[in-house]
């Protein structure tokens, strides 16, 4: 199983970006894909995920601001990051679960204040 995340980047607060992962080695399409970030200080947090039908679900502190979203037919997950946040400065990281996790890379998004 592999995840290649891409789209971090650099970007003032109120600014936008967007993280896609690509998904290889698994069914694609019967997996929930979930969003996880980390910060030095923090703890890996689960932020976004989306089931196989399509379902989200998201933590308070991103409703409203980022969306979760997948593409069956190319194995990708996308996060649309809108009105970002200082503190959503992290290293993002896509997952899936299938008898153990497993994880992209991370990528970085740094927002400046």
């Known amino acids: 199983v592999q995840l290649q995340a891409s789209g971090g980047g650099l970007v003032q607060a109120g600014g936008s970006l967007r993280l896609s992962c690509a998904v290889s080695?698994?069914?694609?399409?019967?997996?929930?894909m979930a969003w996880y970030r980390q910060t030095p200080k923090k703890r890996r947090e689960l932020i976004a995920t989306i089931t196989s039908g399509g379902t989200t679900d998201y933590i308070e502190s991103v409703k409203g601001r980022f969306t979760i979203s997948r593409n069956n037919a190319r194995n990708t997950v996308g996060l649309q990051m809108d009105s970002l946040k200082s503190e959503d400065t992290a290293v993002y990281y896509c997952?899936?679960?299938?008898?153990?996790?497993?994880w992209g890379q991370g990528t970085l998004v740094t927002v400046s204040s």
């Open positions: 997952n899936v679960y299938q008898n153990s996790h497993y």
């Open positions: 080695g698994i069914i694609f399409s019967v997996h929930t």
